[in-house]
């Protein structure tokens, strides 16, 4: 049949469904950089994709697919956010694809009554990423993408997500390579104790006035979004209860890394910096097949935060267009060349080509 497609589809409730973000001021840096003047949905049925071809795409070309992961710390974000909006990739050739997975309680939450019903518990997050990835390998041929030629990227939690991913039993084979900024590392620092997450969330459900599963089932999103909120502060555990867990079928101990090429790098005004520039460099270095690290270091236009956390997307995805930021023709440059690595690296693993300085694994 057909699908309207002409506007984009719900994102996962999370905390800015409940308030005026225009009013947050805690939180209005990231709000005026990526989604002042949008407008957003919300709603458990969120498990959208996007996807963004050349205009002469057709079955059958076997055209590189590059599907990012937004951030988001597991609790926010979304596939559509302005710098995520129209990349510029398929100008190079390359098929673009964003996703939505569920956050926070409706992502992350982990009892045993649900390991009872399901054998297994949490990490409901990945599970939508790597149905997501799934359903592109399967469908991404009819759009004039080439199944076996898949590259996942992610920012931040997204890129704890692609390494969560990458080490994953279940996901052997549904992409060849993977890019990694700001969060390379973090997805082994991230996947957390089940017994203590359970807990945490069983205290959350007791909160919510509930005895049973199918009563917590019937809890509404500002309720249960709510309880959790206050709980974070006031029950052990809370900061971190929303993070990925060993769960035994997905998330297992001592995974090694899917054998295929990576790109990871960070910020210089980022989480940690020096931290995070190691571990990315760490983790090029003791991959088998050659591997290439970045280190960013862009001060943006228009106020002195420097390239802090998330500045590189803008350039990555060549829509400093969207942007409220008074980018340069430097600005405009740079983008271009880091877009030219990006989709050398999603056609054959190795960012080099086409004139641009050589790149040393």
Request: glycine share 10%; proline share 5%; aromatic share 14%.
């Given at each position: ?28 840096f ?48 979304c ?90 039993p ?15 590392g ?34 509404s ?40 090429p ?18 990315g ?9 050659p591997s ?21 997307l ?10 409220w ?16 690595y ?20």
């Open positions: 049949g057909t699908y309207d497609a002409t506007r984009y589809g719900h994102c996962s409730y999370q905390p800015r469904a409940f308030y005026d973000e225009e009013q947050n001021k805690k939180k209005y990231y709000y005026n950089e990526f989604r002042k003047g949008e407008s957003y949905t919300y709603s458990e049925d969120c498990l959208f994709l996007n996807i963004f071809t050349p205009d002469t795409a057709r079955e059958g070309q076997k055209l590189p697919v590059l599907l990012y992961i937004h951030g988001g710390g597991f609790t926010g974000g596939g559509h956010e302005k710098h995520f909006d129209e990349p510029i990739w398929p100008a190079k050739g390359v098929i673009a694809v964003t996703l939505n997975y569920r956050l926070g309680p409706m992502g992350f939450l982990c009892l045993k009554e649900l390991k009872e019903e399901a054998g297994f518990t949490g990490n409901y997050g990945l599970y939508d990423q790597m149905t997501a990835i799934r359903w592109v390998k399967d469908n991404i041929a009819s759009f004039g993408g080439d199944p076996e030629n898949i590259t996942i990227m992610g920012q931040s939690a997204g890129a704890a997500s692609v390494q969560l991913q990458s080490y994953s279940m996901t052997e084979g549904l992409f060849q390579k993977a890019v990694m900024s700001s969060g390379c973090m997805g082994s620092m991230m996947s957390g104790n089940t017994e203590k997450a359970q807990a945490f969330w069983q205290e959350i459900m007791t909160r919510c006035g509930c005895e049973t599963l199918a009563e917590f089932r019937e809890v999103p500002e309720k249960l979004f709510a309880v959790w909120q206050a709980g974070k502060k006031e029950i052990k555990g809370g900061a971190t209860a929303t993070f990925p867990i060993k769960d035994g079928r997905f998330v297992i101990e001592n995974a090694v890394p899917h054998n295929i990576y790109m990871a790098g960070s910020n210089s005004h980022d989480l940690m910096p020096p931290i995070l520039y190691a571990m460099k760490n983790w090029c270095k003791n991959q088998l097949k290439y690290c970045w280190f960013f270091d862009r001060k943006l236009p228009g106020d002195d935060n420097g390239a802090w956390h998330s500045a590189d803008w350039y990555w995805f060549g829509t400093l267009s969207n942007g930021r008074p980018f340069t023709e430097k600005d405009q440059e740079l983008s271009d060349l880091m877009v030219r990006l989709c050398n690296f999603a056609k054959k693993g190795n960012p080099n080509g086409g004139g641009n300085p050589e790149w040393v694994a």
